[in-house]
């Protein structure tokens, strides 16, 4: 097959060659047997699916997580996930899930091979597609995904010329191709090593590593078991109790363990479940929060004890008298890798002796600047020593943050009493035989956007190691744990289809990606402490107790599920129920069976044997039992109309379940009937025959609105209701004469119907049949009825009906549940808004708008509830075929009516002295101008002059995307993307000549992503007029000026003209007109001028503008947010 043309390629996560100076090897290999690079996994015949997604609103989107239709490849359901926040990175995120995974079977596994593409839309040969690597990833039940991070930039995503954001649509399409392993379904981490993994929540497996790795180190999991915690505590919101229940069941579980509880108690939500973290951060955070748990305990210090060391820094002046040594602890080490070979050469590169001189002399107090030698030696190593590999750095030369792949060994045996102890301080004490053995090495495999951490452990120190990979725990040799993960450069090969079934292969080399990221040395001095052995006497009791509860209760579920396809349940409802139920949860039909006591049997139980079950718990002997079968009707009601013969009392329960009736569940339903006398006690049952009618009977009460059950009667069919008349009266409590009114209930859904009974027709003639259910009341005049809200059963049911519980959120915390109301759904705008002004204790509600919630994302619409645009709450709660039951209050400066013919707009104003930034809100008549705005923005900021002209420009990105004329209407202004900023216009931009023009100026950096240099803008853009014949020399003058750098810094930066996401590079002596001359600076301009330098702040850039940050900042710096959040444990 030939390869596509090269703007098609695809981009293979793992094996495709930077284009740099690497070069592939071509030779031809004969057709040969290969091996699944899942490890010879055996598979079944693979199925392909293309699915297309196309995401329409993009710019109304409002959460990050973005879920498409579910579509079947192979036998299961599957999904594509994108982030349109990214993952705490500024690109997409694109990844593929099993949809279905809570209900897979016990051992379900696929190995997959997917491509991921994000369409351009105006020339399709530059859609971006990327394959993920092989088959090797495998999905298994449990919510798995896997994708990728970093598809693409924002900035190129949202870039409204590159064709991938059109008419404000994405269009993704997949390509999955899934195998069924069957190789690997068997295998049980327990049984082939006596170990369990623990399960990834999404982005977790820098947590399992280091969690196996603290969990292995036996006398820190005894700690943890020492940490004080009771029976009362729950892991959900106890970190003692949350570790102490996963070691715990790490110890003696046979499955992988879920470290959700965990997180819970960590105070962290299902979004950090998918942020990639730093494993050495985690190590520290978990580390002081335990030290923080442990204080003023038995157990205080006990984490210091095991990890902390310390060294000295020690200064010595060269010429005159003078030392200073300062102690410092620590509780892990970071040594370099660049330029090392070894662990050993790193320990050599921390205490080298660094000579303060020249410029960087050290000030010694009473003798000023002096020459000086500066070094560290260490006190005391601690028994387990965590050593930190730096496989990451920021590249200044390149401006970018970079993944160390070099070639980097470390011993099995670390040996820090080397060369006399040259590691060590003169005030260390050499009695102690500083010789480690290595007990686990974490690794990092992928790049700086992210990756994947697994860990290889020796859990008794022994020749045999051990990978932790997620859920997965196997053997592997010493090889694997060690040399394998030196880095360096590996041999890849690449693998393409030739001519008549031959086949090419295509080698190079390349440093691998997967190393050695953190190791774990024991001293061998205190191994026996360190590795010491653990037993349930090590444990508290409420701790074993409260998991043996658990297991047994697991167990217990288990063998239901197991035995659950021999079992039903057989749910009796009697009379009993009706007069329970009616009037207080229903109202119409006669029972809610969930709220019905079950009786779970035997499906091959006779009949005749569950009577007598029914008899002991109801106390009606068997032979005063009448059942019926519960039926379905066209109305969707359901009504008990069918009695069982003496044919169907012979059978057994689940042939029972197979008597023709339209009620069809995985539960029997029957109504038991039993006459009672007047003692209250049961008699024998009448007689029933084809002319008679079962009839249930509800009472009305129009005053008190109360509905309640009245009982039931035998009716003859021939007969009519005045016959009953009496007794419905006498049921009712009501004089015997009294003149009441029969209604026949037909259906409940979607709108109520009743229909009035005529008493002077027969039964037969009203179509009434056994389980209809007749509900009645008195006859009101018509001045009483015109007195009360409901005045007959049809309108009272009918407000039931539309009877809905709203819960009321502050949109300000769309998370934080206030109170609830009980509405119609009928209601007006301004009848619900007043319930909630009531509520809330607002004198005015027209100031009370609402917002209805999104039931895809569970979070309030991006817009609000638009005033008058709906008839009634319904409206308002539902969301496509569905109805939510929560609305999100905000309370306005003024009334809701006003608000509706003016718009309100945030404007970020630029002070021309000082380049501070500010925001004004403004809100002006929707038929106002940009000028009109203008001049209201004029009296609320600080000019630099009274007579100062202002220009409104919109922001994207960091890009000026345009500048709006002073006649446009405001209701062209957009701010969902970006943000409205004002500005003075300066003097020299008001008379351009034909000499001059006016040009964009935008700060970047050069980001390496997908081994590709991209621009990344960032900071605040802005205008500058540029002069025929001016060298680029003289406008650096004016933009240091104008941005107030000082020289130092901007030494540093670089002048680049960019376009379309190329840099070329400025010399001093050369004339920026010649490139700019023809642009317009009122609209977007794919050239600009670039400014590119490094920025104080050494994250990636974002793309969100905060304008809130803007004070305060240098102007360079203003609109650049911190991309990463620091990892934090809230409880």
Known sequence: MDSPPPEEQEDVDSLSPQASSEEWTLSEEAPEATCNAAGNQKAKDSCTTKFTWRIENVSGL???????????????????IICLCGNEVDDLSVYLEVADSGILPSGWSRYVHFSFAVVNQVDYKHSIRKVHAGTTEQFKAGAKDWGFESFMPFIELYDPNSGYLYNDAIIVEAEVAAEEAIGNILYISKKETGYVGLKNQGATCYMNSLLQTLYHIPYFRKVVYRMP???????STSIPMALQSLFYKLQYSDEKVSTKELTKSFGWDTNEAFLQRDIQEFNRVLCEKLEEKMERTVVEGEIRKLFEGHHMSIIECINVEYRSCRMESFYDLQLDVKGCHDVYDSF?????VEHLEGDNKYHAEQYGLQDAEKRVLFSDFPPVLQLHLKRFEYDFGRNIMVKINDYYEFPLQLDLDLDNGKYLSQEADRSIRNLYTLHSVLVHRGDVHGGHYYAF????????????????????????ALEEQYGGEEHLMKIIPGIINGRFKLTRNSKRNSNAYMLVYVRESDMDKIMCSIDEKDIAEHLRERSKRKKEKKEQRMKEKEDAHLYTIVKVTSDDDFAEQIGRNVFFDLVDHDKVKGFRVLKSTPFSVFNEEVAKEFGVPVQLQRFWLWTKRESGT???????????????????????????????????????GPDEKPIPLPDKTEDDILLFFKCYDPETEDLRYAGRLYVKGIGTPADILTELNNMAGYAPDEEIILYKEIKFEPTVMCECINTKFTFKASRLVDGDIVCFQKSLSVETSQLIDYPDVQTFLEYQHNLQVVYFRSLEKPNDEEFNLVLSRLDTYDEVVG???????????????????????????????????????????????HISNILYYEILDMPLSGLQGVRTLEIAFCHAENNDMDINCLRLPKESTVGDLLHDLRTMVELSHPNAELRLMEVVRHKIYKIFAANESIESLNNKYGTLRAEEILEEEKSLGRLDCMIHVYHF???EIEKQMQIQNFGVPFLLVIHANEVLSHVKIRVQKKLNVPDDEFSKWKFAVVSEGLAEYLQD??????????????????????????????????FVQEPGQFAHQPIFMQDRPSSEKPMKIYN
């Not at 452990?457 to 694997?480: C, G, N």
């Not at 109309?641 to 059978?651: R, S, V, Y």
């Not at 709450?873 to 969301?879: D, F």
């Not at 001028?1089 to 974002?1102: C, D, I, M, Y």
């Open 1005 to 1007: 950096e050069a980001v």
């Open 835 to 881: 319930r909630v002004a009531h509520r809330l204790g607002i004198d005015d509600p027209s100031k009370i708008r609402l917002t209805s919630q999104d039931l895809y994302t569970q979070l309030p619409k991006p817009y609000p509830v638009e005033y008058c645009g709906v008839d009634n709450l319904l409206e308002m709660l539902l969301y496509h075929d």
């Open 638 to 676: 359901y009504r008990p109309a069918q009695p069982l013969t003496h044919l169907e009392k012979t059978k057994t329960i689940e042939q029972l379940m197979e008597v023709p009736c339209e009620f069809k569940t995985a539960e029997l339903k029957l109504f038991l009937e039993v006459e009672l």
């Open 457 to 480: 452990i020796r859990p008794a120190l022994s020749s045999q190691w051990y990978r932790f990979d997620d859920e997965h725990v196997t053997k592997e040799d010493m090889r694997k």
């Open 1069 to 1102: 002596s050369e004339i920026l007109f010649s490139f700019f001359q023809n642009s317009d600076s009122s609209v977007y301009c794919e050239r600009y001028l670039g400014l590119e330098h490094l920025s104080p702040v050494k994250n990636q850039a974002s």
């Open 229 to 235: 915690t009771t029976l009362n505590d729950k892991p």
């Open 348 to 352: 050599d590169k921390y205490v080298a």
């Open 62 to 80: 409002t959460v990050n997580r973005i879920y498409s239709e579910i579509f079947e490849v192979g036998d299961h359901k599957w999904r594509i």
